[in-house]
Nanobody, 122 residues
């Protein structure tokens, strides 16, 4: 079974940056990034197709977050810039090995990582 491991979370001040990584144990098609804040539902943040040619972002992060992937390393990155307190959440990556295209829908993805905490606070 495909395994995903996120890393790169931590505590950062407002306006700061973090880069999250999602390392997969094998081949993946699209990868999605999601986040869940305390007391809130998990929401889609970004996604990227297998070739990296197509990406999508939630309105709340457009212009601040960048998603990329290195298929030679089976790793996807989420560069988060100009972070705000409302970005505080546990961030998860998810992968599909069956579906083409990317979407922020949770049901699109088959495998999930364990999550990494991102805290934006002064």
């Amino acid at each position: 079974q495909l395994q995903l491991v996120e890393s790169g979370g931590g505590l950062v001040q407002p306006g700061g940056s973090l880069r999250l990584s999602c390392a997969a144990s094998g081949f993946t098609l699209s990868i999605g990034w999601f986040r869940q804040a305390p007391g809130k539902e998990r929401e889609g943040v970004s996604c990227i197709t297998s070739s990296g040619s197509s990406t999508d972002f939630a309105d709340s992060v457009k212009g601040r977050f960048i998603v990329s992937r290195d298929n030679a390393k089976n790793t996807v990155y989420l560069q988060m810039n100009n972070l705000k307190p409302e970005d505080t959440a546990v961030y998860y990556c998810a992968a599909t090995t069956r579906r083409l295209g990317c979407t922020p829908a949770l049901a699109w993805y088959d495998s999930w990582g364990q999550g990494t905490q991102v805290t934006v606070s002064s």
